[in-house]
């Protein structure tokens, strides 16, 4: 296998010579924006440093999983125009949506109630319709604490949550920053502790050596075996030499959703490991047009389930409705702190829709 690093202006300057230096079968392993040159940063120069990977000559014909640019930048188009479509027929259903709230001259409190669903951020789509059914069904309504059954209610049947099996192995994918491998802690510990699993833990975040550290602490802590793999085809060894786990957490690291060779290397991963369950783990603290691109582009790593983490840093409430309505893919765990293994909760559609319910009523009390 030979592992070569490029620093170059752009991308394409960085496959070409890949493509000269590794031949056609190469794969990208990671791309990062660095600074060169300049005094203390003052005149320096941005760069691209791209990490390549191609297997030896007699190595090549056992690696059929790994994609060639040319396809990649093929399913890459495909994918965009698929986006292009989901995004006008998403415009079209906001359009409809909106009309609702044109046509229809809501009394005081139904408006206080609308714009506290604003304020936290509720898809304006799912908002329209828990207004319209409101308005149907009660015609004005109290914005005190009396009304909170009932507004719960009307959010639950918005709020798709299922927490999965967790055997084999579990992917966590999703944007930097948003708390993966604390997360994978806690679901190991539980797992461990409470469930009484054999579990073991593989990494893949090797571009953050703080990262690695802290999970091979938590490890160290609760006992747990810990492996580290630096391409798909390694993970896959990994977990071929660890299947007498009962569940094996996978971590990897944070993706910018802006990034297509990124995606494409998740592509890849996930087709070579095939997971049984993909987390998609996603900060609640992040914006509304964030959370759309982020669960939208993270489609490449075909995830089962959602997490959000990060309850305990934002008042914004609506990712618990929003999260499932974007992506279609149930909730399974909440997070609302840093401690492991405590700061985890299950799921469930009741009680995150009265969590909502009195959140906006306290919005629609203060307006």
Do not use: W
Not at 49 to 73: C, P, S
Not at 185 to 202: G, M, P
Not at 207 to 217: G, S, V
Not at 262 to 282: G, H, K, N
């Amino acid at each position: 296998m030979k592992i070569k690093k490029y620093m170059v202006n752009d991308i394409r300057e960085a496959l070409d010579q890949i493509k000269k230096d590794l031949g056609e079968d190469a794969v990208i392993l990671s791309t990062r924006s660095i600074k060169k040159g300049g005094f203390f940063g003052i005149g320096s120069r941005r760069f691209l440093e791209v990490t390549a990977v191609a297997e030896e000559k007699n190595e090549q014909h056992a690696n059929k999983d790994i994609y060639r640019f040319e396809e990649i930048l093929v399913k890459n188009r495909e994918k965009r125009q698929e986006e292009e479509i989901r995004e006008l027929k998403q415009m079209l259903q906001e359009m409809k949506s909106m009309m609702f709230s044109k046509q229809v001259d809501l009394p005081q409190n139904m408006q206080k109630l609308l714009k506290a669903l604003q304020i936290h951020e509720v898809d304006p789509v799912v908002s329209n319709k828990i207004m319209e059914y409101i308005h149907i069904a009660y015609g004005d309504v109290p914005v005190d604490d009396n009304f909170k059954q009932r507004l719960s209610e009307h959010i639950v049947p918005f709020v798709k949550t299922e927490v999965p099996i967790l055997e084999k192995s579990v992917l966590f994918v999703g944007p930097t920053g948003v708390g993966k491998t604390t997360t994978l802690a806690k679901i190991a510990a539980k797992l461990k502790l409470i469930h009484k699993k054999q579990v073991a833990i593989l990494t893949l975040d090797t571009y953050r050596i703080a990262a690695t550290e802290q999970l091979k602490t938590y490890a160290a802590i609760m006992d747990i075996p810990m492996r580290v793999a630096y391409t798909p085809k390694e993970a896959k060894l990994e977990l071929d030499a660890m299947h007498d786990f009962d569940v094996i957490l996978i971590d990897t690291a944070g993706r910018s959703q802006n990034n297509d060779i990124q995606m494409s290397e998740l592509r890849a991963l996930v087709e070579t490991i095939t997971p049984s369950v993909c987390f998609l783990v996603v900060g609640m603290n992040c914006k509304y047009s964030d959370l759309k691109d982020i669960v939208k582009k993270f489609d490449v790593a075909k995830y089962t389930h959602t997490i959000l983490t990060k309850m305990d840093e934002t008042r914004s409430y609506g990712h618990i409705i929003n999260i499932s309505q974007l992506s279609g893919i149930p909730l399974a765990y909440i997070t609302n702190g840093q401690r492991v293994p405590e700061d985890i909760i299950e799921a469930n559609s009741r009680e995150l829709s009265h969590i909502l319910s009195k959140e906006v009523l306290k919005v629609a009390q203060s307006g």
